[in-house]
């Protein structure tokens, strides 16, 4: 309600948070003293996009960008409209009522490089009043698997992640189980790491998007060293309960030699020729 206000023509404007309307021009009269009612034609469509651990090259939250398309023209080739985000994440669009699809924008390189914004699109319906509540938001993987040890107990086995772009991940080994969370999703070159023992793979490349199983590592033996002065041959038995299991024999390099020794127990080492 007005009141107080002389004839003639106005302007009126109104405001409203996340709300726009026309401006209005209006002949004000004694005869005609009332005022139309005034109806927003558009409001704001707004959200948020988080990043918890972004690559080096990923845009900083302030220079990303979030685009907007229409539903009925989300198979054309009309172009996006975008908006920039603030500092914060925060980023909004101002729309007619209708039905659009929005989109967090990622380059090449940062996809290259593991960067993933959940969900890859959104729907949204705006009808009579503003949306606030979209949220993009940083996706992380998981990779976990075993670690299979003679006599059971891996304690000091550590599992090494290196990603495509050189980051480096540690997971220690606790009761056969190695679990590393929270890093990016692409490709990982994963290799155990205890010198002393010997296993049929040190090393799995794998690809991860969410979580995954990557295969085992097993332990096959543990490492000998012997370092001789000339080349000779050496056989090998284990002692066991009654009597001396041959394990085989060598062939021994002037040097330092590595054997895989496939049990635990007290070995007898006999040179058969020295030159």
């Known amino acids: 309600e007005l009141s107080n206000v002389t004839g003639g023509k106005y302007e009126v404007v109104a405001k409203l948070k996340g709300y726009y309307f026309s401006t209005e021009v209006l002949e004000i009269s004694p005869n005609n003293p009332t005022l139309p009612d005034i109806r927003a034609n558009a409001y704001q469509l707004c959200g948020v996009l988080e990043m918890s651990t972004p690559p080096a090259s990923a845009l900083p939250l302030g220079q990303r960008k979030v685009g907007l398309r229409p539903s009925a023209e989300e198979d054309s080739n009309t172009a996006l409209v975008t908006t920039s985000t603030d500092t914060s994440g925060a980023f909004c669009f101002k729309v007619s009522p209708g039905k659009y699809i929005l989109q967090a924008l990622v380059g090449t390189q940062e996809v290259r490089d593991g960067l993933r914004l959940a969900p890859l699109k959104v729907d949204v319906t705006v009808t009579s009043g503003p949306?606030?509540?979209?949220?993009?938001?940083?996706?992380?993987?998981?990779?976990?698997?075993?670690v299979v040890c003679i006599g059971g107990d891996c304690a000091g086995v550590?599992?090494?992640?290196?990603?495509?772009?050189?980051?480096?991940?540690?997971?220690?080994?606790?009761?056969?189980a190695r679990r590393v969370s929270a890093i990016l999703p692409g490709e990982y070159k994963v290799t155990v790491d205890y010198p002393a023992w010997c296993w049929k793979e040190t090393e799995h490349t794998v690809t991860v998007e969410d979580v995954l199983e990557t295969p085992s590592f097993e332990q096959s033996g543990y490492i000998m060293k012997l370092e001789v002065s000339h080349a000779a041959?050496?056989?090998f038995t284990v002692a066991g309960d009654n009597e001396n299991t041959d394990?085989?024999?060598f062939s021994l390099e002037k040097g330092t030699n590595r054997f895989c020794l496939k049990k635990p127990g007290v070995y007898n080492l006999v040179p058969y020729a020295c030159h």
Do not use: K, M, P, Y
Not at 131 to 146: E, K, N, P, R, W
Not at 158 to 176: D, I
């Open 233 to 235: 041959e050496l056989n």
């Open 131 to 146: 949306v606030d509540s979209i949220q993009f938001s940083q996706s992380l993987a998981t990779l976990h698997g075993t």
């Open 247 to 249: 394990v085989g024999t």
């Open 158 to 176: 550590r599992v090494h992640l290196t990603s495509g772009a050189g980051v480096g991940h540690l997971a220690e080994v606790e009761s056969g």
